[in-house]
């Protein structure tokens, strides 16, 4: 009790200075946040579902070396790092398929799909700087994005709003040093004027690691522009290049991870130790697409992206040294006819997706972290289409409905090229149907309820029909599951507090479940069905002030209840029906608060509360509750009217909490835990180049 009462007070003082402040000023009403998913470009209380925006600002509450924190304010999305550089994203209990990467998540950047036909993203390869908001839908959207149950994921580098008629460029530079020989740096330059604007990026993230044998290094590189041909056609370019070193401490058993936290895995049962093994992943990754806008007339308009792109990854582990080669290519395309009749607006969707890859995996043994004798060589051909049709009417504003449907197919063909006679084997998840209807009512000028039910269909990923165990799985089955859910949102306080409640029901069928076998080698196995109901509750607060003090105040609060549970689940002669899956917290409670002064100083405050985590199927094991405060101070200020600077300093983990923060599921052994830093330091000075207009 006493560590959460901590934890509210560092952002309960932000509000007494505001209420304090606040007898005789007056504010300025915020613009509702827009959401673009489902092709709706519709304000957040007006969509017909449960979406959590980030941007920038709501991000950047700790050292920007990742996104955790950010994606944990967010109610019902959590966000590990097993390592750094290691993440995982669960949305709605989707973790529980994922020791590594991100899976059953369907992720896009700048409308570029960067989940491969494989099923798996790559997550890690983006840096803080490669967005200026995200869009996390909740649930299934098969209907329109084709395979996944977790979930959605929409990226965007470039601002919505055009920059300035002849804009010069602009550009910004920051540099931060922290705990562990923790070092950022980031730059950025964009340019361009009115509807044909261009932005260039770079980031250089390394670090020692808290624990032992955890080390990192990212390289991220970016261009996006945006260009409009004519009054018809605009054209986006995007391209993302990393380059990404981390080594990987391994899971510590209990014992273990009680007596010494920053330890890395010692060497056990046969296996080397992660140092003996020089445990590590050394992945490349280049994306390249292009998006064409068109409209036709005013009614009928055609989006079209097309892209590329290639990832190589080198892991050595305790047990082999893998080598994997992913190109693939893909693109999407959807035509939308809007007409309005008296004060309906209607709009109908229809189009597809296509991606297909040509992946290349070798295993070797590991021989001090350098391949030895070959054990397996598989090349992997993975293909899927979707093809999707959505139909949108908006009743004069009161009544919203939108229905959609997809068609998806995925075929798996693997060839082990070592072994003779060399024979395919072949999977294919097909013709799964992927309907989506929601409803939402308006209540009053700024309330609405809605309710959808969804169906989401997800195959196996490649690295689930092909596991560390090197066993070709094409008996897997795909998961799929139907989702219902209804909530209630809206503005108050003049538009200055936005809330959203939100209930759910999402019944799995063939759940996929990681295990671990005695090599600490990874598996998986369909667990039955899982049942998963939850409630989310959002309020966010924002204020800006017209006084000679403060400028601006905001508040935000996420709170998450996962009561997600098996149904019928045996494995073997033992039953786990009712247990709780592993890997996800009952309750979680994320709050943030940002006070600014005109003059530019500020404070902002963050508290993370997380509930017990069962770690294995049998509910055998947990990692106990942990509540984690951040806090950060700064003065941003013009130096003259081309440049300002901000200099800030901050502290993570303030209550100096030992906590595992993406634990091994199901891990043979009871190798669950992998240690995230304790209270640990940071500061920064950032120099930004506003430009300005030419003279």
């Not at 449960?50 to 109610?75: C, M, P």
């Not at 300002?644 to 669950?672: C, F, K, M, Q």
């Not at 304790?678 to 030419?694: D, E």
Request: glycine letters at 8%; charged letters at 20%.
């Amino acid at each position: 009790m006493q560590r959460i009462l901590l934890c509210f007070l560092s952002v309960l003082v932000l509000e007494i200075s505001f209420a304090q402040s606040n007898n005789v000023d007056t504010a300025k009403v915020l613009e509702p946040v827009m959401v673009t998913a489902f092709e709706q470009a519709l304000p957040q209380h007006r969509t017909p579902g449960s979406v959590g925006i980030l941007n920038r600002n709501s991000a950047d509450f700790s050292n920007k070396t990742s996104l955790v924190s950010g994606f944990n304010s967010l109610s019902g999305v959590r966000m590990e790092e097993r390592s750094p550089a290691s993440y995982r994203i669960n949305i709605r209990g989707s973790s529980l398929r994922s020791p590594f990467g991100v899976r059953n998540v369907k992720v896009y950047w700048n409308n570029i799909p960067v989940t491969d036909p494989g099923g798996n993203t790559y997550f890690n390869q983006f840096a803080f700087n490669n967005f200026s908001s995200i869009q996390v839908y909740k649930g299934p959207a098969s209907s329109l994005y084709g395979a996944g149950t977790g979930g959605l994921i929409l990226m965007e580098s470039l601002p919505r709003e055009p920059l300035q008629k002849n804009k010069v460029p602009a550009a910004n530079i920051e540099y931060m040093r922290g705990s562990y020989d923790l070092q950022n740096v980031f730059a950025s330059v964009a340019f361009g004027e009115n509807q044909n604007q261009a932005l260039v990026t770079y980031a250089h993230n390394s670090s020692d690691g808290y624990r032992n044998h955890s080390s990192m290094r990212r390289d991220n590189a970016s261009f996006v522009s945006s260009n409009k041909l004519s009054e018809k056609q605009q054209l986006t370019t995007s391209v993302l290049f990393t380059d990404l070193f981390y080594e990987t401490p391994g899971g510590l058993t209990k014992a273990e991870y009680d007596a010494n936290p920053k330890a890395a895995r010692p060497a056990a049962g046969g296996q080397p130790s992660a140092d003996a093994a020089k445990a590590a992943i050394y992945q490349k990754n280049i994306l390249v697409g292009v998006q064409q806008l068109y409209s036709f007339n005013e009614y009928f308009k055609n989006s079209t992206a097309v892209y590329g792109a290639f990832a190589q990854i080198k892991n050595p582990t305790f047990r082999n040294y893998e080598r994997r080669n992913e190109p693939h290519f893909g693109g999407r395309t959807s035509f939308s006819f809007n007409k309005q009749l008296d004060k309906t607006k209607f709009q109908l969707i229809g189009g597809g997706e296509l991606q297909e890859g040509y992946f290349n995996t070798q295993v070797s043994k590991n021989k001090q972290g350098n391949p030895d004798t070959l054990q397996t060589n598989d090349d992997v051909r993975y293909s899927n289409y979707s093809v999707f049709l959505q139909a949108d009417a908006d009743f004069d504003t009161k009544w919203f409905i939108t229905a959609g449907v997809s068609l998806n197919q995925s075929k798996l063909t693997i060839t082990r090229l070592n072994k003779y006679p060399v024979t395919p084997q072949s999977r294919t998840y097909g013709n799964e149907w992927s309907p989506r209807v929601a409803l939402l009512r308006k209540l009053t000028k700024d309330f609405t309820i809605y309710g959808s039910i969804s169906k989401g269909f997800s195959p196996p990923t490649v690295a689930e029909v092909l596991p560390s165990t090197g066993v070709i799985s094409t008996f897997l089955e795909a998961e799929e599951g139907i989702n219902y859910e209804i909530g209630l949102k809206g503005y108050a306080l003049k538009g200055r507090l936005y809330v959203e409640v939100n209930g759910f029901y999402f019944k799995l069928n063939n759940a996929l479940v990681v295990r671990k076998d005695s090599t600490n080698a990874d598996y998986y196995v369909n667990a039955g069905d899982a049942k998963q109901r939850g409630i989310e509750v959002t309020a966010n607060y924002n204020q800006i002030f017209t006084s000679n003090i403060f400028h601006r105040f905001g508040f935000n609060a996420a709170y998450t209840l996962s009561d997600f549970k098996y149904g019928e689940f045996k494995k073997d002669t033992v039953s786990y029906t009712g247990k709780y899956l592993p890997g996800v917290p009952v309750q979680s409670l994320s709050v943030q608060a940002q006070i600014e002064s005109k003059q530019g100083v500020y404070l902002r405050a963050n508290c993370y509360l997380a509930s017990k985590i069962y770690l294995n199927d049998a509910n055998s094991a947990q990692a106990d509750p942990y509540h984690l405060v951040g806090v950060r101070a700064g003065f941003n200020f013009s130096v003259h009217s081309k440049m300002r600077l901000n200099i800030y300093a901050g502290v993570d983990n303030v209550l100096d909490e030992t906590y595992s923060l993406g634990n091994d599921i199901n891990a043979a052994g009871g190798r669950y835990y992998n240690a995230a830093p304790k209270r640990n330091y940071y500061a920064g000075l950032a120099i930004n180049f506003p430009g300005g207009t030419n003279q």
